[in-house]
């Protein structure tokens, strides 16, 4: 048995949850602050046999996308009350995937 943590952005946590519903998989869905952008996370619990462990990373690369985010970033050449926006990669997912000794559900 594998727990599979998947850490999301909350614009793709809604749908993420739901495709994995769709497909006959529950997850328990805990909320997360990232680090970089400081913008919520979602971190889903998800627990599967050996052999789904690539079906949900398919799932979850066709749900979770990267995507260009515009930010404000501060000048350094004109006074720090002006800030440029910069543009950064954000999205997808960040996946872990552990063995699981032992699962009970009590």
Same mark, same amino acid.
């Not at 993420?16 to 998989?25: C, K, P, Q, R, Y």
């Not at 529950?26 to 627990?47: C, E, P, Q, V």
């Not at 789904?52 to 996308?65: E, N, P, Y």
């Given at each position: ?28 869905? *805990? ?11 979602? /971190? !889903?619990? @998800?627990? #599967? ?20 985010? *515009? ?11 002006? /800030? !440029?926006? @910069?543009? #950064? ?18």
């Amino acid at each position: 048995m594998k727990l599979i943590l998947a850490v999301v952005e909350d614009d793709d946590a809604a749908r993420l949850m739901d495709a994995l519903i769709e497909n006959d998989f529950s997850a328990t869905k *805990l909320a997360s602050t990232g680090g970089f952008l400081l913008r919520g996370n979602t /971190t !889903l619990l @998800i627990g #599967v046999q050996d052999d789904q462990v690539s079906q949900v990373l398919q799932i979850v690369r066709q749900t979770c996308v990267r995507r260009k985010r *515009l930010i404000p970033q501060a000048s350094t050449e004109i006074p720090a009350s002006v /800030t !440029l926006p @910069i543009e #950064v990669e954000s999205g997808g997912a960040t996946v872990f995937v552990l063995s699981v000794d032992e699962f009970h559900k009590v």
